[in-house]
């Protein structure tokens, strides 16, 4: 079995046996070792990667392709590079510290570790695919869990929640349909085989009227689960409904899928329509950043505030990949890595002050330094990532977007970039107020005194979550060129 | 010259900050605080150690101060453009280094005393070895990205060390406050270093500085609203500079910021990291010197005249002893900033640029003094209002005297630390602009008579009524303020401007006697006022205070600064666009989705009847579509 295949058979495996067992306790350790394995893989495919990329210099390695539905030439195409390597790296590690934190998921347990699985499963499915038809099925795989796990394990009006976001998302994968179906029917433009294949797409050119209808097609389906403006409103309602490991993997994970695949596609494939389009959509994007950081400033549930700021956060994500430089797609890149490991961070501690307090009213909270100070330290430490505090992920991230959407030499794009810089002080209020709030000052309440102490598996998540913020903002050159030595080819079309 | 021992001087305090941070619950109070002095005691010798390498061994070729870097690639951004990470030696990096060294160590002694019993010790040491560490390297930084990252690491500690008490609702808030001040700032120094980026190719210092590179010789290439784009990125890496030294107008967090712990004020609010824009300006003088005939640098000189002159009316009214010294540390970093702004290049015309280290020197050490001192009188009658004070000499002889040494510096009188530094500062002015001159010398003025006013407010006049009897600190305490208050008597006599100049070769600089008689005259004057109106209590200040009436008022209210700014963010910004912002967000975006879903239902509810399942009704659709169907086809077909 190839490298990459098996991370769509590792998680498989573990839901057949996740089917076999009984309780709790057998659900969350098969869960646990399946993610370690998808972990300890995905570890093993970085140093992989680095060895075959040193003697192989086409755009992706470890490739492989199996023909699935002849007729429409539909195949199961595989490979990976730089970008990707990241991506399911984050993946794996974000899967296995939401299997910690639900260590405790009473309700349903195996029913719950199955769904969240199969979630898994279409997320690196998406990330491995090469064919627009295979990854557009992992995506459907990815979202469609999402529906079960807010409406049956969530809080609130999780119905209500569970179906808006569920629409929402639909409702975009079938504008991005019309997008993938408008590429595939011109693969055939410089007199080929009509395919769905990536690579051999790239290298057709597609007349330019088609790229100008299909571009905002496919921009907006993918960018709809990447919050742009104004099509982010499932995403508040749906993190507050979901249980803490949904919030995770949905805001670390999932709403990735929405950055990499404008990257690998729609940029990627439809070069003179974004050109075309880019004014539009960087509107759209500065909108989101700056707008998203300041509703953020006045929300009272955490979660809503972590919502917002990833609206913000995102936006960062989808304003660097309309810079048509590479150093603002490392941004780009890096930030959904960041943002992937501070907000399910964010969310993880969300979980436990929320488990301990049964409030997410940051006017009800105080004081939480002194009763819960491990939880909260990191809180204060994921707040500052999150502020783009040297020394974690963010700034790194944050820096190569603005410098490099600096790099664009013009009255509008210079004045985009200096409102999306902005953010760094908006940032720091929404911040800062929260820790304020809830962290510091005298304690609210006497039933506070009594909160129950992190637990070891909710320290094991909190750590691996940590150790790549700290990670990459320390030593962030090995992650970087990595990501930018892969750019240069899907860069090209554009320049 | 053998730089490599130098990296250690920042390691050491971030690995006693890593130790003590880890483990804070394990390891035992009184061991921590040895960790964090004996720690920051190795970096210290090694400060003096690269000074005595530096200044009398190799650092001196042909008369002139070599630059000695070590540098890797820490991130890339394009092809040229990169972050580096390094350590840059030159004159006023060594200079520096023995400045953060000396007030650190002297502050982590203090604090044994100081924060002794306190619940947070050990996290206190933590915090103070973080700081030091940014601090160490934001001096030694070779690019303007590296002195970023460390510039906002500093931020952090403070902001860390002012929230110390974060229970406290003041502290809270007064460490909110400057962050997001000082990150204001930063967004300006942020994009004037995108700005030099893209247009010089670099953020490296040694190439931006050199008078003969293409940073300084193409300043002109590319012009923006009439000045050149490079003058704009000074200005606004000035406005970087002005956040963290509180400039007028982003003071407004140094007085709040005075609810940390006093050794922290001492430290970070007085000696060091509100010395950073300073230092950044020094750091990039030839640029801000050679860009645009020093258009920049004007700006610098006027910013600095300004807030120095506005600073030292407030501190007059103030009558919380460590907010006094706030606005005194704001007055004096004004004071350094105007002799960097009225500076020249070249030997005795760069004699401004040597002024403004040197005084940022003598001051780190009487500034601190006086920090450390008002801890002292603070931790003995638990209280920071001078009312609560008075007649203390007699019970805290030790901080009595050095306060007084500190004072005397402060004021000017020789031969104390400051009358040197502030004598060359009033000479560069006097040469350079003579508006800047008068503005200067009325501050010193000022200066001595709020000082005095402060020192006989503590230590004469009658006692308070005391709770318990006022005790001199413990010797842990007394014996940094001794130290320091020996480097406030000698730090004078050092012959500044044969090591740190701006062209890096030395120059003999005289004492100019008119002037330096003139200053003296006016420090006097200040003094002597002090002791006419606060020596005993006789009312004169309350009858002078009326007749200044509504100016007096204002003073005290710091001009209403801080209700401006309350009235910018809470009101306009907070109540005018993120209010609206968050219910635009529920009702008209939210909304127009939940319309389209519900439209959708109220549509289909209408449609759905057509679905009646009455075998007739299907009949009547199939008849009438064929009947439709095949007209259409008649049509068709006929025509």
């Not at chain 1, 013009?410 to 999306?420: C, D, G, Q, W, Y």
């Not at chain 2, 700032?185 to 893209?198: E, K, N, S, T, V």
Request: proline fraction near 3%; aromatic fraction near 16%; include cysteine.
């Amino acid at each position: 079995m190839d490298i990459l295949s098996l991370f769509i058979i590792v998680p498989i495996i573990t839901i057949l046996v996740l089917v076999f067992t009984k309780n709790l306790k057998q659900a969350r350790v098969v869960s646990m070792v399946g993610s370690s394995v998808q972990l300890l893989m995905a570890i093993n495919l970085v140093f992989a990667y680095f060895k075959e990329r040193a003697v192989n210099s086409s755009i992706m390695v470890f490739t492989k392709d199996i023909v699935w539905f002849e007729p429409f030439n539909i195949h199961y195409t595989i490979g990976v590079d730089g970008v990707s390597v990241a991506l399911l790296l984050l993946t794996a590690i974000v899967v296995l510290a939401g299997v910690f934190i639900s260590w405790k998921m009473c309700d349903l347990p195996k029913e719950f570790f199955i769904s969240l699985i199969v979630l898994s499963i279409g997320v690196y499915g998406f990330f491995i695919s090469l064919d627009l038809f295979t990854m557009f099925v992992f995506f459907e795989i990815a979202v469609i869990p999402m529906y079960l796990l807010i409406g049956i394990w969530g809080s609130g009006p999780k119905e209500y929640s569970a179906m808006k976001l569920t629409l929402m998302l639909m409702g975009a994968s079938a504008i991005l349909l019309v997008g993938i179906l408008g590429i595939y029917f011109n693969s055939d433009a410089d007199g080929g085989a009509l395919t769905f294949n990536i690579l051999e797409i790239a290298q057709v050119n597609i007349p330019i009227e088609s790229q100008k209808l299909f571009f905002p097609l496919t921009f907006i389906g993918f960018a709809v689960i990447g919050a742009l403006f104004p099509f982010h409103t499932w995403s508040p309602d749906g993190h507050a409904s979901a249980p803490t490991a949904v919030s995770m993997l949905h805001a670390g994970v999932l709403m990735k899928l929405g950055g990499y695949g404008v990257f690998r596609v729609a940029m990627y494939l439809l070069p003179l329509g974004a050109i075309d389009w880019s004014w539009v959509f960087i509107i759209l994007s500065v909108i989101g950043v700056v707008y998203g950081a300041f509703s953020a400033i006045k929300q009272t549930d955490l979660k809503y505030i972590n919502a917002y700021s990833s609206v913000s956060h995102l936006g960062l994500v989808l304003f660097a990949l309309l810079m048509l430089n590479k150093t603002a797609w490392n941004g780009a890149i890096l930030q959904s890595l960041s943002h992937g490991f501070m907000t399910a961070l964010f969310f993880a501690l969300i979980g436990m002050i929320y488990g301990r307090t049964h409030t997410r009213d940051i006017g009800k909270l105080g004081g939480l330094l002194k009763v819960i100070p491990f939880i909260s330290v990191i809180y204060v430490i994921a707040g500052l990532a999150s502020l783009g505090l040297p020394g974690f992920s963010g700034f790194v991230a944050e820096m190569n977007i603005f410098v490099g959407a600096f790099q664009e030499d013009n009255m509008f794009m210079r004045v985009a970039t200096i409102l999306s810089v902005s953010v760094i002080v908006i940032t720091a209020v929404y911040i800062l107020r929260v820790v304020g709030i809830m962290l510091m000052g005298p304690i609210k309440k006497e039933a506070y005194l009594k909160l129950e102490k992190v637990t070891w598996y909710e320290r094991f998540g909190i750590l691996l979550l940590l150790i790549p913020i700290v990670g990459i903002g320390v030593a962030p050159l090995w992650l970087s060129d990595m990501i930018l030595e892969s750019l240069d080819p899907f860069i090209k079309g554009l320049l | 010259m053998n730089i490599d021992y130098i990296i250690l001087i920042p390691i050491i305090p971030f690995v006693v900050f890593l130790l003590l941070g880890v483990f804070h619950k394990r390891i035992k109070p009184a061991v921590s605080g040895y960790i964090g002095v004996f720690g920051l005691l190795a970096s210290t010798i090694l400060s003096f150690y690269a000074v005595y390498q530096y200044f009398f061994v190799y650092g001196k070729v042909n008369e002139i101060y070599q630059t000695f870097s070590e540098k890797s690639v820490w991130m890339n951004f394009t092809e040229t453009l990169h972050i580096d990470m390094g350590i840059l030696i030159d004159p006023i990096s060594v200079m520096m280094l023995v400045v953060v060294s000396v007030v650190s160590l002297m502050v982590h002694i203090y604090s044994r005393g100081y924060m002794k019993g306190d619940e947070g010790y050990t996290k206190f040491f933590a915090f103070l070895g973080l700081f030091t560490f940014s601090m160490y390297g934001l001096v030694l930084a070779t690019n303007l990205f590296q002195i970023y990252i460390f510039w906002e690491l500093v931020g952090v500690s403070s902001y860390l060390l002012i929230g110390y008490y974060y229970t406290k609702t003041s502290a809270i808030a007064a460490a909110k406050k400057a962050f997001i001040v000082t990150r204001f700032a930063d967004f300006g120094f942020l994009i004037g270093i995108m700005i030099i980026g893209y247009y010089t190719g670099t953020f490296d210092f040694e190439t931006l500085n050199n008078p003969e590179g293409s940073a300084i010789l193409n300043w002109a290439a590319t012009s923006f609203m009439g000045l050149s784009v490079i003058t704009w990125a000074l200005i606004l890496i000035f406005i970087g500079g002005a956040g963290k030294s509180a400039m007028f107008p982003f003071h407004i967090w140094l007085p709040d910021a005075m609810e940390g712990p006093t050794p922290v004020s001492a430290l970070i609010h007085a000696a060091t990291m509100v010395v950073a824009g300073v230092f950044l300006v020094a750091r990039l003088f030839p640029m801000f010197y050679f860009v645009e005939d020093g258009f920049a640098l004007n700006i610098v000189a006027y910013v600095g005249a300004f807030s120095a002159l506005f600073a030292a009316i407030i501190a007059i009214t103030q009558t919380d002893i460590k907010r006094v010294l706030a606005f005194s540390t704001m007055s004096q970093l004004g004071y350094m900033i105007l002799a960097l702004g009225v500076s020249g290049y070249e030997a005795h015309e760069g004699v401004g640029y040597m002024a403004s280290m040197f005084h940022l020197f003598t001051h780190a050490m009487f500034k601190a003094l006086l920090f450390l001192g008002a801890g002292s009188v603070i931790h003995a009658v638990h209280s920071n209002y001078l009312k609560d004070m008075g007649g203390l000499r007699k019970y805290m002889p030790v901080t009595n005297i050095t306060f007084l040494i500190a004072a005397l510096a402060i004021a000017g009188v020789p031969p104390f630390a400051g009358f040197w530094s502030k004598d060359e500062i009033l000479v560069a002015a006097f040469e350079h602009n003579k508006l800047i001159y008068c503005v200067a010398l009325f501050v010193a003025g000022l200066t001595a008579f709020y000082m005095f006013r402060l020192y006989f407010g503590i230590f004469w006049g009658k006692d308070t009524a005391y709770m318990h009897k006022p005790k001199e600190s413990p010797l842990s305490m007394t014996f940094p303020l001794i130290i320091l208050a020996l480097l406030s008597i000698v730090g004078g006599f050092i012959p500044f401007s044969e090591f740190v100049t701006a062209d890096k070769s030395g120059f003999q600089a005289h004492l100019n006697y008119p002037l330096a008689a003139i200053a003296i005259t006016v420090g006097i004057i200040g003094v002597a006022l002090a002791w006419v109106f606060y020596k005993k209590e006789n009312g004169l200040s309350d009858i002078y205070a009326k007749a200044f009436g509504p100016l007096y008022k204002w003073a005290i209210d710091k001009f209403y600064f801080d209700e401006i700014y309350l009235f910018i963010t809470k009101k306009v910004l907070f109540k005018r666009v993120s209010a609206p912002i968050a219910k635009f967000d529920k009702k008209v975006v939210d909304g127009t989705m939940e319309g389209i879903g519900n439209k959708t239902v109220v549509f289909s509810n209408k449609i759905k009847g057509m679905q009646s399942g009455k075998v007739q009704d299907y009949g009547f659709a199939f008849v009438a579509g064929v009947v439709v169907i095949a007209l259409v086809f008649i049509y068709l077909w006929t025509n």
